[in-house]
């Protein structure tokens, strides 16, 4: 009895002996295979070079014309810049053709003279060129270019996106920059007169003692608690850099912030 015990155990001891050296295989397999990768990795990767994907404004006038090009790079609306590029595209492709002649106006040394070309060309032409082709146009065969591009709005005129009544509206304001401690009540009030607006900017701190705005030094409107300053609104939607002088600190000093009105937020009161 006691001999088949032993004989039992020793058959066990033997079957774990051949397990374990069955997972030192594996293992030295395992190693040796990540080893191996790792030279590859080295041998075959040092060398090779990853380029991310750009699209870049060549790359774009390849797949739009130039107008939807610019607004894609910008993130923008349409400007009068973008209704020339597509113009000048068109004379690169001969689709206008363009005589530069001597000016008869004293103010200019050329005049340049833009003529349709046969009918047929507009086949070429995607919607949008075709759009500003007959906008440029007309019902004429030929017009003076500088003529006609003063009938095109002003840039200005192009980022304020909101033609206001006079009265009184709000507006949410954002405000960037300074150390991040100081902010400004949102919505803030607008006032428009004449076409002019004006926003009322109340800050979290009494301790501002003046604004500068589009280069005007501008003071507080009130006597008693936080800074309230009546500053211009040239345009929604895009930053306004303006300069805060602050008297909180040991010494007055001056903050640049950037200040945002959102115009999809405008309520009249």
């Not at 020339?84 to 001597?102: G, Q, S, W, Y």
Request: hydrophobic content about 40%.
């Amino acid at each position: 009895m006691l001999f088949k015990i032993m004989q039992e155990e020793e058959g066990i001891y033997k079957n774990n002996e051949k397990k374990q050296r069955f997972t030192i295989k594996v293992l030295l397999l395992a190693i040796a295979l990540f080893i191996y990768w790792v030279i590859l990795i080295f041998v075959y990767e040092k060398d090779k070079k990853y380029v991310t994907a750009y699209t870049g404004e060549d790359e774009l006038l390849k797949k739009y014309n130039p107008l939807i090009a610019g607004c894609i790079q910008g993130s923008r609306d349409v400007l009068a810049r973008d209704i020339i590029a597509v113009i000048l595209n068109l004379i690169d492709k001969k689709l206008i053709k363009m005589e530069i002649l001597p000016s008869a106006r004293t103010n200019e040394s050329y005049t340049y003279i833009l003529s349709r070309p046969s009918a047929k060309e507009e086949t070429e032409m995607d919607e949008i060129e075709k759009y500003i082709y007959h906008w440029l146009f007309g019902d004429k065969t030929s017009i003076d270019f500088a003529e006609r591009l003063k009938e095109l709005p002003k840039e200005d005129d192009a980022k304020s996106a909101v033609d206001l009544e006079d009265g009184t509206y709000t507006a949410e304001v954002t405000l960037e920059g300074g150390s991040g401690r100081a902010s400004i009540e949102s919505p803030a009030t607008l006032t428009v007169k004449d076409g002019k607006v004006t926003a009322s900017i109340v800050w979290s701190s009494p301790n501002y003692d003046y604004m500068i705005v589009d280069g005007k030094k501008l003071f507080p409107v009130n006597t008693e608690g936080n800074s309230v300053f009546e500053i211009p609104v040239a345009s929604f939607d895009t930053e306004l850099d303006v300069i805060a002088d602050t008297v909180a600190m040991s010494k007055p000093h001056e903050i640049e912030y950037k200040i945002t009105f959102d115009s999809s937020t405008i309520k009249a009161e």
